[in-house]
């Protein structure tokens, strides 16, 4: 095995499905690289891990300050993204590898990756835009306001290497997601991704792969096109390396995404045989059970559910955090919820719509 090497994803557990065919199609292709998978809800009595192809880190390994109200102050979507960097580090620290490809559990790899690991040979960190070719004015989704809010970068995929440069890029990232790894469109924060937009002018040593083969998806397809010929993938006459399938849902396979409006999956016939091998290996890998998996952290201890505007409070009065003590087994917190529920506020009630038209929305 190739211990230097390895490519990690980020899932709670009811995404098992998702990881499971992102492994193995890595595998395929580099079957002695590692693959780490961080599961950031408790997963006891659902996986073993002695049964995956891949090494399972446990979020309790990340040291990660305040745990439970880290855990309670973010929502699922914010939670898997505000741990990335402190996975990363942990991977490069503990694990002994010192090149490794961040992929999002959504994503299906279908050729090598080894000119990505070349690259960070010399250099430090690697990146994805979102876009090679601007959109068409037809008033169809996505569109430039998409990329203004998530950020020019795509971070369901990274690269990076063990460097002096890439550790201090990483505590400050981490340090930023820690607090601010948010889906607050009217406060400019978009998760992980915007952040990058930043680290650009910070950090030195920074690649940007603009290959059309590499994090091909729903905001890039309008200019991308597969083809497929005797088994092998290309877009736009390059190697198609992975896939993105951001906004795809196996239980409406007619759908490319819930994001986008400007073509359907029957207009585009060049991405129906993708789609459809896609759909068929998460079924076999059991989606159809474990998408029904709970979130170990969407209920408080008596099992009322924490919602997300109980969240947004709680991470809004940092001085209270204390007299909550664990924020799932407060009260004074399940009580409050309770309140908001009954009669949320107007404003509760508008940022709760802008939000859910922003989110993930790559």
Same mark, same amino acid.
């Given at each position: 095995?190739?211990? @230097?090497?390895?490519? /990690?994803?980020?899932?709670? %557990? ?5 990881? *499971?065919?992102?492994? +193995? ?28 192809? &891949? ?7 990340? $040291? ?5 109200? &880290? /855990?309670?102050?973010? !929502? ?11 996975? #990363?580090? @942990?991977? #490069? *620290? ?18 090598? =990756? ?11 960190? =690697? =990146? ?16 430039? $306001? ?14 990076? %290497? ?8 990483? !505590? ?8 601010? /790894? #948010? ?16 680290? +650009? ?31 092998? =993938?290309? /877009? ?35 991405? +129906? ?23 170990? &952290?969407?209920? &408080? ?28 087994? $407060? ?32």
């Amino acid at each position: 095995m190739t211990q @230097h090497r390895a490519m /990690c994803t980020i899932i709670a %557990k009811n995404y098992l499905a998702f990881a *499971r065919t992102l492994v +193995q199609s890595f595998h395929a292709v580099h079957p002695n690289y590692r693959c780490f998978v961080l599961l950031i809800d408790d997963y006891d009595g659902f996986i073993n891990p002695a049964d995956e192809a &891949f090494e399972i880190v446990s979020l309790h390994e990340l $040291s990660i300050a305040d745990l439970p109200g &880290f /855990c309670f102050k973010y !929502d699922i979507t914010e939670l898997s993204t505000a741990v990335k960097a402190a996975f #990363l580090k @942990h991977l #490069l *620290r503990e694990k002994g590898v010192s090149e490794i490809l961040y992929l999002d559990p959504d994503i299906l790899v279908t050729n090598s =990756l080894d000119n990505l690991y070349q690259k960070l040979s010399t250099h430090d960190i =690697l =990146l994805t835009p979102h876009l090679d070719t601007d959109y068409p004015d037809d008033g169809e989704l996505p569109d430039d $306001s998409h990329i203004m809010r998530s950020g020019v970068y795509n971070l369901g995929f990274i690269g990076i %290497k063990d460097s002096p440069n890439t550790l201090r890029f990483l !505590d400050w990232w981490d340090r930023k997601l820690y607090s601010k /790894c #948010l889906i607050e469109p009217t406060a400019a924060y978009f998760v992980d991704q915007k952040f990058i937009d930043i680290a +650009q002018t910070l950090f030195d040593n920074i690649y940007v792969e603009r290959s059309v083969g590499y994090n091909v998806a729903y905001w890039n397809i309008h200019s991308r096109h597969i083809h497929n010929q005797n088994g092998k =993938l290309s /877009c736009n006459e390059v190697p198609l390396c992975f896939y993105h399938f951001s906004g795809y849902n196996p239980s409406t396979p007619d759908i490319i995404s819930r994001f986008i409006t400007r073509c359907s999956l029957s207009e585009r016939t060049d991405l +129906q045989p993708l789609f459809a091998e896609y759909r068929k290996r998460l079924l076999e890998n059991g989606h159809e059970q474990i998408k029904h998996w709970s979130y170990s &952290f969407g209920h &408080f201890t008596t099992g009322e559910e924490v919602t997300n505007d109980i969240r947004i409070s709680y991470r809004n009065a940092p001085e209270r955090w204390r007299d909550y003590g664990n924020p799932f087994a $407060s009260a004074e917190l399940r009580d409050q919820a309770a309140r908001m529920v009954k009669i949320p506020p107007f404003k509760t009630r508008l940022k709760r719509k802008v939000i859910s038209i922003c989110r993930n929305v790559a």
